[in-house]
């Protein structure tokens, strides 16, 4: 009985394309997600099926005796998009820089305006890269304030 896979993302088991087994084989096709490609990140929503595969069905792996020929095709949906924290502190900097050079017209007030925004670009890095855990006012186990953890 020959089974053709369809996957337009991620690895597929079976891969993509066709594979031929004997009639009342149980197979498992299955594939992983999420999976990130060219950075737009993709989830599999289930799949849909002709011959032997369910008609349809949700998750990323299903069991199902071959008796005909059969073809599986993997649902996939682009997940919106979201900024990283290191991206978030990026922007922000980026928007005061440019922000604090519009308000700031004089070409004697550049040097500091680029200055600040290095310095305040410097602190949101150590921020993010920490998790807050070294920078953001705590308190210690003994109820105390403190910078950090």
Not at 118 to 146: M, R, W
Request: hydrophobic letters at 40%; glycine letters at 10%; one cysteine or more.
């Amino acid at each position: 009985m020959k089974l053709a896979v369809v996957s337009a993302h991620g690895q597929a088991d079976p891969p993509n394309g066709y594979d031929y087994y004997d009639k009342d084989k149980l197979i498992t096709c299955q594939v992983t997600s999420p999976v990130t490609e060219h950075g737009i990140l993709w989830e599999c929503r289930g799949w849909s099926g002709t011959g032997s595969v369910p008609k349809m069905g949700q998750g990323t792996a299903v069991t199902f005796p071959v008796s005909e020929d059969s073809m599986i095709t993997w649902i996939w949906e682009k997940q919106s998009y979201k900024l990283s924290p290191a991206q978030i502190a990026s922007v922000i900097t980026f928007v005061l820089i440019v922000g604090l050079s519009v308000l700031s017209y004089e070409a004697k007030y550049a040097l500091p305006m680029v200055v600040l925004a290095g310095a305040i670009g410097g602190l949101l890095h150590e921020i993010v890269q920490s998790q807050g855990k070294y920078i953001l006012p705590n308190t210690d186990a003994t109820g105390n304030f403190c910078l950090g953890g």
